[in-house]
């Protein structure tokens, strides 16, 4: 082995470089000095733990929809608000009731009044239970069953999941109509001013009965089989209909136009004579679920069947409508009314303008936010229905859901993949040469051990072979480092003081006694 060989052997055993080297066995030693290290960074991304997620099916009940759906709505008779099957449910996880108009006033004009946000944002508004989560923009009616019967949510860390639902897209479009019959009139008004006033507010809509069968004419000689409720106002005679607002909607039963009218007097006189109609447009939807910050997101997919052929859904969503003017008015001022003002003055701070006054709002601006309102109150209401058909016999269904679940992964693919692909090298070229040295004859030279290097050394130097032992002691001598003390030999750093520059000398063992 020349010198050159091995100063590059022992180079590239110890990973370094050195600049006394011919051309190429510098950039041999350069290269094996630059790919050593890469081992422990492949290693690190090898083994590094991460975090990911997969996904697992699951399941929960969602509203049944097609032939059969919501099978508790029923129709209900003209003039009849209340008397049609109305039912509540009070559980752990919430209230569940299919006359959200009576049970859930108050929640739907919360919606009404804050249907439009003041930055332009998506709206954030919570379902009606006690799951704890929140929509992120429009409900759209559907998402009833998140937090209510996710089976897995319970033993798995579900990081989120979706599924789809069937339901309505409602749109509404208002304008003023000054030829409008819902009307509010006075009835009574004692003179005493301690006892209220008394309002009845009845008329016709576009889409109401004018087939004008007895008994069914209004009492005002609408020609119309109109409905008609009665409110009352604690004020002085002069001003006792200022604060009077009337949401009508009539039975929608078997009807395909939905329409809705509000009448009003003087504090909310720009609400007067608008009217209203609604479509609602059978879609599937798209609900994604967050369960770390408990949020849900709802997009429209494509059109599908109707949900609810019979048309009730559509129709009980109008009557909620209807009966929460009915339901929340009080003898000082009207819940609706101010929830619908208060959904203007949004809109006018979206637009940076002043709420100080509605009279600045234009007739468009007004008109805008009533429709927004009453989108509002329709999915909330849909969703009501939706949510209350969880618990009725065979107004539900099971439906597949994709959650995503969270884990630890040992090292990324790619690191992986270069660890093996480096380590089946390394094997291949060990079992290599385990297959030549078995087969072949490999000299046992370790050039890292020192008393093999000091006999190559002194064998390399015939002339300083003196002693006749010596020479017959290394014949045949292939290398191997215990080959000295085997032979007899003993290897002494010469001379043993430090006067002199010290040297490796290979003597016989009887010699070395001598000295």
């Not at 709206?123 to 559907?142: A, L, W």
């Not at 006054?357 to 008109?367: F, I, S, V």
Request: glycine letters at 6%.
């Amino acid at each position: 082995m020349s010198l050159s060989t091995l100063r590059i052997s022992t180079l590239l055993s110890q990973a370094r470089l050195e600049t006394m080297l011919s051309k190429r066995g510098y950039i041999l030693c350069a290269c094996f000095w630059a790919l050593s290290p890469l081992s422990q960074y492949f290693w690190t991304g090898a083994l590094t733990p991460t975090i990911t997620s997969y996904t697992l099916p699951g399941n929960l009940i969602r509203p049944r929809t097609g032939t059969g759906s919501y099978s508790f709505l029923n129709p209900r008779a003209p003039g009849v608000y209340f008397d049609f099957e109305c039912e509540i449910y009070d559980q752990v996880n919430g209230s569940f009731t299919n006359c959200p108009g009576l049970y859930q006033s108050g929640a739907l004009l919360q919606s009404a009044g804050s249907a439009t946000t003041i930055d332009g944002a998506s709206r954030n508004h919570s379902k009606y239970d006690n799951s704890g989560f929140r929509y992120t923009g429009r409900s759209y009616g559907v998402g009833s069953s998140i937090g209510l019967t996710v089976r897995e949510a319970a033993t798995m860390p579900a990081l989120e999941y979706d599924y789809t639902e069937d339901g309505y897209l409602t749109d509404v479009s208002c304008q003023y109509n000054a030829s409008s019959l819902w009307v509010i009139k006075l009835v009574s008004c004692p003179n005493n001013t301690g006892y209220p006033c008394t309002f009845e507010a009845q008329g016709c809509f576009p889409n109401s009965d004018f087939s004008n069968k007895a008994g069914y004419k209004g009492k005002y000689g609408f020609p119309c089989a109109s409905d008609y409720y009665t409110q009352a106002q604690l004020r002085h005679p002069s001003t006792a209909n200022s604060s009077v607002i009337a949401i009508g909607a009539p039975n929608s039963d078997n009807v395909s136009d939905y329409y809705m009218a509000i009448a009003a007097k003087t504090n909310y006189r720009h609400f007067d004579q608008v009217q209203c109609q609604f479509w609602f447009h059978p879609k599937t939807f798209s609900v994604k679920v967050s369960t770390i910050d408990k949020t849900i997101s709802v997009e429209p997919l494509g059109r599908t069947t109707d949900p609810e052929p019979r048309g009730m859904l559509r129709s009980k969503v109008m009557d909620a409508l209807n009966v929460v003017s009915m339901v929340q008015t009080t003898l000082y001022v009207s819940s609706v009314g101010e929830a619908l003002q208060n959904n203007v003055r949004n809109l006018l701070s979206r637009e940076n303008q002043s709420t100080a006054n509605l009279d600045n709002a234009t007739d468009d601006q007004h008109l805008l936010a009533v429709a927004s309102s009453m989108v509002a109150m329709a999915d909330d209401a849909l969703a009501s229905f939706a949510a209350f058909s969880l618990l009725w016999s065979g107004a539900n269904e099971a439906a597949d859901v994709s959650m995503t679940i969270a884990g630890v992964q040992i090292g990324e693919t790619p690191y992986i993949t270069v660890v093996v692909v480096w380590n089946l090298l390394a094997l291949l070229i060990v079992v290599v040469f385990a297959i030549i040295s078995f087969v072949g004859t490999i000299p046992a030279f370790n050039f890292t051990e020192i008393a093999s290097l000091a006999t190559a050394a002194n064998i390399g130097g015939r002339e300083q072979r003196n002693a006749a032992d010596l020479t017959s002691a290394l014949q045949g001598w292939q290398g191997q480092g215990d080959f000295v003390e085997h032979a007899g030999l003993t290897i002494h750093y010469w001379p043993p003081d430090s006067t002199q520059p010290p040297s490796l000398q290979i003597v016989s063992t009887a010699a070395a006694s001598k000295v």
